[in-house]
């Protein structure tokens, strides 16, 4: 947040990513120049306004070549992106997560990705 380069610096900035990518917004966008951030806004809509955010992301990031029904999938890893980017971008860095811990959640979601439950898929 402004002071030399660090660690924790950069899990905030690979949050702030996170979030742009599944928002399609900047945090340099209008919204956020009146005191508030695009931590701040998609917190505000953290975990009951979500829907519109989750389905846009979709939309956007799902492949179209995949079936209707692992857009469920696709809104589970979604929404995980999401929570893993305000994990990233709390203002304490002493409650971020460590790189390690980000890397091996993406790990995960990636896996899930491939190898869909098959229930949810049914």
């Known amino acids: 947040m402004g002071k030399r380069a660090s660690t924790p610096g950069d899990v905030y ?3 702030v990513l996170l979030l742009e990518i599944i928002t399609g917004r900047r945090p340099t966008d209008v ?3 009146e005191g508030s951030s695009l931590h701040e806004w ?3 809509h953290y975990p009951h306004k979500l829907k519109p955010i989750v389905d ?3 939309l956007r990031c799902a492949p179209s070549v995949m079936p ?3 857009n469920k999938i696709w ?3 979604i929404l995980e992106l999401i929570e893993l980017g305000l994990v990233c971008t709390q203002n ?4 971020r997560p460590s790189m390690l811990d980000v890397a091996n959640e993406m790990g995960s979601l990636k896996q899930y990705l ?3 439950p098959s229930l949810v898929i049914e």
């Not at 304490?92 to 409650?95: D, L």
């Open 13 to 15: 900035s690979f949050g």
């Open 31 to 33: 919204l956020f120049h």
């Open 42 to 44: 998609v917190k505000s």
């Open 56 to 58: 846009q992301a979709v």
């Open 68 to 70: 209707v029904s692992y």
């Open 75 to 77: 809104s589970d890893v």
């Open 92 to 95: 304490n860095p002493s409650t």
């Open 114 to 116: 491939s190898n869909p």
